[in-house]
T-cell receptor, first 114, second 113 residues
């Protein structure tokens, strides 16, 4: 069974640009969550999607957005990039339709903003 | 912001020794999970303990949960060099959490051969 796949693995962008990251969950998993990891703030929850609906959102500015498609694949977008957006972005998928399920993480996309 | 604290922040031990990491959290939880991360890569789920459980074992891992103190501990017995990694506890809020994980700051474990 294939794991969670995130693309691209590495990305370098310039301040002010926008970026789209992609996540393909494990087959059958309908819940997809996104996290940002930085040395200063650690691992922070961005948002969770389930059946194409955002059902939970973290404390991030509106520049961070996401969506989920009917095949459960998800994308997150960051507009007007700032230097502080440089981070490892992790996607996780879960099987359970309820709450508190085990999460399976992808290898992450490392975004560098210059 | 993170849910709570983990201590120690870093732990250095010899192979064969036991490693204990502690985690504290702030609000009521549905469950608490432990994850492992190697060198800034993806996280791997280790174990999940529900709010009505007090102790759980999985192989060389033992997790305890004390909801009255809002704390948990992860014990790795007979550690190996391959256990070198960062370990994170993560809580799922009791209400409205769905699959939202709130992570602690993590403990960096180094196991020396």
């Amino acid at each position: 069974k294939a794991g969670v796949t995130q693309t691209p693995r590495y990305l370098i962008k310039t301040r002010g640009q926008q970026v789209t990251l992609s996540c393909s969950p494990i087959s059958g998993h309908r819940s997809v969550s996104w996290y940002q990891q930085t040395p200063g703030q650690g691992l922070q929850f961005l948002f969770e999607y389930f059946s194409e609906t955002q059902r939970n959102k973290g404390n991030f500015p509106g520049r961070f957005s996401g969506r989920q498609f009917s095949n459960s694949r998800s994308e997150m977008n960051v507009s007007t990039l700032e230097l502080g957006d440089s981070a490892l972005y992790l996607c996780a998928s879960s099987l359970s339709t309820g709450s508190g399920a085990e999460a399976f993480f992808g290898q992450g996309t490392r975004l560098t903003v210059v | 912001s993170q849910q709570g604290e983990e201590d120690p922040q870093a732990l250095s031990i010899q192979e064969g020794e036991n490693a204990t990491m502690n985690c504290s959290y702030k609000t009521s939880i549905n469950n608490l999970q432990w994850y492992r991360q190697n060198s800034g890569r993806g996280l791997v789920h280790l174990i999940l303990i529900r709010s009505n459980e007090r102790e759980k074992h999985s192989g060389r891992l033992r997790v305890t949960l004390d909801t009255s103190k809002k704390s948990s501990s992860l014990l790795i017995t007979a550690s190996r060099a391959a256990d070198t990694a960062s370990y994170f506890c993560a809580t799922v809020p009791f209400s409205g959490g769905y699959n939202k994980l709130i992570f602690g700051a993590g403990t960096r474990l180094a196991v020396h051969p």
